[in-house]
């Protein structure tokens, strides 16, 4: 994107320095402004909810997001706000100038390096007060771990992205919690399976953190979904040991939609005794009312019923087709499943064939699977009902399938699927979509 490779040459802290000290941005500037939100799945929804909290206690608050699912606009908001074209124009411009002066000594930035520095610019000449930041892949090597952030929320830990974090889950979690500076702190979800408790407590004793494990002090209590909203209550313990139960609704769905929103909660009380604020429940839930985020189990047509979500990995898929079958019975759902090539093909496609009884095969223009390809990891052939390389013939077929026979159509399988199918769905031309 914008003529750069993804990845920047090697590991690029001297760059984020020296472009830092080029544009006189402080070192510490963002240090205590930040929250740092990383993890396998769940990092979008829960910077969202934290943006949403912020906006309860501070004037100008921004938030920085990745990957844009349309626009690339959308990683970069204050208060509400995107960036408007021709700030990332002035941005991206001096961001591009610097890397032609460090092309001439070997070097170079990466999309994700050249992201990073537009936002750096934009919260610090918008004078925010706070932002939150979603990182891109880790933590260790991640671009925001410039930012020296004090606060971090930990949302949860699939194997991604091994051949740079590691094979396991306990060497990526070190690697992710690796984004938070020396005695600061991060906030463990829900989602973190507590068997790592002891390891990550450890680590985080040896590398000079504290770590403050949600399981050990909250568990979520009587999840539903009612009228399109999830609704849930926060069980915990305070200091005294004294149980608290407190209600909240969301409109994002799903189980782990209610632990992104304590973790989000969590850590935003941590952060705001930093700066001797704090948050009262209707302050929380006006803002949980006031927060969205496509592509997270997202209804885009009520007739024909038609949901897409954006998860990618099997950890994400699992917790929504559990939110899936728990709203509707497994004979009315038509499955739309298409997986990037790059994908962990065979765990999700199991997964796929596992929970649904009628699956359309059909692949996104950006990283698709082959669809031959794909119908080979299928073992009960019967359950493929239709099979398309292009994609606008699979939204063409579920939607005469979801009028005709009443089907509620799911699209699941990856966040380039989602985006485009929802594109096609609109009349648009999915081709012309420019990811990240």
Same mark, same amino acid.
């Given at each position: 994107m914008f003529g750069l490779p993804k990845q920047g040459n090697g590991i690029g802290f001297h760059r984020m320095t020296r472009c830092f000290a080029e544009l006189g941005i402080p070192q510490d500037y963002f240090a205590l402004r930040s929250i740092v939100v990383t993890g396998s799945n769940g990092k979008g929804s829960t910077s969202r909810f934290i943006y949403s909290l912020l906006q309860q206690k501070f004037s100008r608050v921004g938030c920085f997001t990745s990957p844009h699912l349309i626009d690339v606009t959308e990683r970069f908001e204050i208060n509400g706000i995107k960036i408007s074209y021709d700030e990332f124009e002035k941005y991206k411009n001096r961001v591009l100038e610097f890397n032609s002066r460090i092309s001439n000594d070997g070097d170079f930035i990466g999309a994700f390096e050249l992201f990073f520095l537009v936002a750096v610019q934009?919260?610090?000449?918008?004078?925010?007060?706070? &932002? +939150?930041?979603?990182?891109?892949?880790?933590?260790?090597?991640?671009?925001?771990?410039?930012?020296?952030? !004090? &606060? +971090?929320?930990?949302?949860?830990?699939?194997?991604?992205?091994?051949?740079?974090?590691?094979?396991?889950? !306990?060497l990526i979690a070190y690697d992710k919690l690796d984004v938070v500076r020396p005695r600061g702190i991060a906030i463990v979800s829900l989602s973190v399976e507590t068997a790592l408790n002891e390891r990550l407590r450890a680590y985080a004793h040896v590398s000079d953190r504290t770590i403050h494990l949600l399981s050990e002090t909250c568990s979520i209590l009587s999840p539903v979904v009612k009228a399109g909203r999830q609704y849930f209550t926060i069980h915990e313990l305070d200091n005294g040991n004294h149980q608290l139960d407190r209600e909240f609704s969301i409109p994002l769905i799903g189980l782990h939609q209610a632990e992104n929103a304590l973790t989000s909660i969590e850590t935003v009380n941590v952060f705001l005794t930093r700066h001797d604020k704090s948050l009262t429940d209707i302050q929380i839930q006006t803002a949980f009312s006031q927060t969205s985020w496509p592509g997270r189990l997202e209804q885009i047509s009520i007739d024909p019923s038609i949901w897409i979500?954006?998860?990618?990995?099997?950890?994400a898929l699992r917790r929504v087709i559990h939110q899936i079958l728990q709203l509707y019975p497994r004979a009315e759902l038509l499955v739309v499943y298409g997986v990037s090539y790059n994908k962990n093909i065979s765990e999700i496609t199991r997964l796929i064939e596992a929970n649904f009884d009628a699956i359309v095969l059909t692949r996104a223009y950006k990283n698709g699977t082959d669809v031959e390809r794909l119908a080979e990891y299928i073992q009960d052939k019967q359950k493929v009902k239709a099979a398309f390389d292009r994609l606008e013939d699979a939204v063409s077929y579920a939607i005469a399938e979801g009028a005709r026979k009443g089907k509620i159509v799911i699209v699941l399988g990856g966040l380039f699927l989602a985006v485009e199918f929802k594109h096609a769905f609109n009349g648009e031309n999915p081709q012309t979509l420019q990811f990240f």
């Amino acid at each position: 994107m914008f003529g750069l490779p993804k990845q920047g040459n090697g590991i690029g802290f001297h760059r984020m320095t020296r472009c830092f000290a080029e544009l006189g941005i402080p070192q510490d500037y963002f240090a205590l402004r930040s929250i740092v939100v990383t993890g396998s799945n769940g990092k979008g929804s829960t910077s969202r909810f934290i943006y949403s909290l912020l906006q309860q206690k501070f004037s100008r608050v921004g938030c920085f997001t990745s990957p844009h699912l349309i626009d690339v606009t959308e990683r970069f908001e204050i208060n509400g706000i995107k960036i408007s074209y021709d700030e990332f124009e002035k941005y991206k411009n001096r961001v591009l100038e610097f890397n032609s002066r460090i092309s001439n000594d070997g070097d170079f930035i990466g999309a994700f390096e050249l992201f990073f520095l537009v936002a750096v610019q934009y919260f610090h000449e918008h004078s925010v007060e706070s &932002v +939150v930041w979603e990182v891109g892949i880790g933590g260790r090597y991640d671009p925001t771990r410039m930012l020296l952030a !004090e &606060v +971090v929320a930990l949302t949860s830990l699939d194997l991604e992205h091994t051949e740079l974090l590691g094979v396991t889950k !306990e060497l990526i979690a070190y690697d992710k919690l690796d984004v938070v500076r020396p005695r600061g702190i991060a906030i463990v979800s829900l989602s973190v399976e507590t068997a790592l408790n002891e390891r990550l407590r450890a680590y985080a004793h040896v590398s000079d953190r504290t770590i403050h494990l949600l399981s050990e002090t909250c568990s979520i209590l009587s999840p539903v979904v009612k009228a399109g909203r999830q609704y849930f209550t926060i069980h915990e313990l305070d200091n005294g040991n004294h149980q608290l139960d407190r209600e909240f609704s969301i409109p994002l769905i799903g189980l782990h939609q209610a632990e992104n929103a304590l973790t989000s909660i969590e850590t935003v009380n941590v952060f705001l005794t930093r700066h001797d604020k704090s948050l009262t429940d209707i302050q929380i839930q006006t803002a949980f009312s006031q927060t969205s985020w496509p592509g997270r189990l997202e209804q885009i047509s009520i007739d024909p019923s038609i949901w897409i979500d954006v998860g990618h990995t099997p950890d994400a898929l699992r917790r929504v087709i559990h939110q899936i079958l728990q709203l509707y019975p497994r004979a009315e759902l038509l499955v739309v499943y298409g997986v990037s090539y790059n994908k962990n093909i065979s765990e999700i496609t199991r997964l796929i064939e596992a929970n649904f009884d009628a699956i359309v095969l059909t692949r996104a223009y950006k990283n698709g699977t082959d669809v031959e390809r794909l119908a080979e990891y299928i073992q009960d052939k019967q359950k493929v009902k239709a099979a398309f390389d292009r994609l606008e013939d699979a939204v063409s077929y579920a939607i005469a399938e979801g009028a005709r026979k009443g089907k509620i159509v799911i699209v699941l399988g990856g966040l380039f699927l989602a985006v485009e199918f929802k594109h096609a769905f609109n009349g648009e031309n999915p081709q012309t979509l420019q990811f990240f």
